[in-house]
């Protein structure tokens, strides 16, 4: 496929995403009609929705139907965006702007903007849980539930938040840096990878370690790269503060490491995931793609 084609599938797979969630998230006039306004206003209209293509990639390179897919796709996003209110607030990161506009937490209150985040994490699970169009496995369904929660939990996002936290204003080695982004990060792409690989009903076993290989060594090159943007990209390009990490004296690859190591490590993890994919043929073109982009992305 070429690059101007795969672009436009991607367009197709995150416009597909953006019906998905408007289906599964209540309209603004159901009640309590703040909460909904809230919740897609976060949600809706925007982001780079790098976790539900990733679902999208896995699921394509093993042959499931996108219809399949839509459910886990929407499930991580949610999970995605409610751990962005949440880091927003003035408690956690205090950020004014998200994805080019107010953060929740200045558009509506703080305390709807908590809710929105808890209300979006449980709707996450009420959808792997009942999506009709998922596969009629319960078993699988339980597994696919239990990886969004241990990559959503203390062991995880939560935990990678909370390390992330205790780490303003110290100095870590490459390796706690490194544990903090596998967790923060890292754990939400690995799960969107595999959340897309369990949808098919049959997995063979080494395509399932080589997607997981791949799933790892992208989230932490994407987090590489979100931190060479915080020193080099500009607010109006993110679509949040630039500097952000900078202003709150944050652990980051380029302070740790330099800019130019930092974009070489990148480029390693991005070279180990594609050597991930060597048994899969063009079917994970699309993983390929990601991989390649997350290197050279702007913003």
Known sequence: MSPTNMEQHISALRARLEQALDRWIPAETTHPARLHEAMRYSALGGGKRVRPVLVYGAGQALGVAPER????????????????????LPAMDN???????????KAFDEAMA???????????????????????????????METLARAAGSRGMAGGQAIDLGSVGKQLDIAQLEDMHVHKTGALIRASVLLGALSAPEVDKAH?????????????AFQIRDDILDVEGDTATLGKTQGADQALNKPTYPALI??????????????????ALEGFGAEADLLRWIARYIVERIH
């Not at 886990?72 to 962005?84: D, G, N, T």
């Not at 950020?95 to 937490?105: S, Y």
């Not at 959808?127 to 339980?142: E, N």
């Not at 399932?208 to 932490?220: I, Q, T, Y």
Request: one cysteine or more.
């Open 69 to 88: 897919l839509d459910g886990p796709a929407c499930a991580v996003e949610l999970i995605h965006v409610y751990s962005l209110i949440h880091d927003d």
């Open 95 to 105: 950020d004014d702007l998200r994805r080019g506009k107010p953060t929740c937490h």
């Open 114 to 144: 908590i809710l929105a985040g808890d209300a979006m994490q449980a709707l996450a699970f009420q959808i792997l849980s009942m999506d009709p169009d998922m596969l009629d496995d319960p078993a699988r369904r339980l597994r696919m």
């Open 208 to 220: 399932l370690e080589n997607l997981d290989r791949f799933a790892k060594c992208v989230g932490l």
């Open 258 to 275: 330099g800019l130019e190591e930092s974009r070489q490590a990148a480029r390693e993890l991005v070279d180990q995931a594609l050597g």
